[in-house]
């Protein structure tokens, strides 16, 4: 399958419940959500500023972005589904 040249700016936009903004962004090497490469989101606060940058493991498809938590579904190398909850540390 030929992929185009042009790809989006991002994969996906989650607001959390404190109104920051997580957008994932694209890989145009692998462009299936939950495929065999980690993800990288970029954070931003209400006000539009970036914050930063949360990368999530291979094989992980984001659900829930909390206050204080990530939530989805990670599959292991013959895809089974395990939930899996990860602990935002914020400074």
Request: hydrophobic share 40%; charged share 20%.
């Amino acid at each position: 399958m030929v992929y185009p040249d042009h790809h989006p700016a991002f994969q996906r936009i989650y607001p959390d419940p404190s109104g920051h903004v997580w957008v994932e962004l694209p890989n145009p090497e692998h462009p299936a959500p939950g495929s065999g490469v980690p993800t990288t989101w970029d954070v931003f606060d209400p006000s539009g500023a970036w914050l930063g940058s949360v990368e999530f493991p291979a094989r992980f498809f984001v659900f829930e972005i909390g206050e204080g938590y990530v939530a989805g579904v990670w599959k292991d190398e013959m895809d089974v589904e395990r939930v899996r909850v990860y602990e935002l540390v914020k400074p």
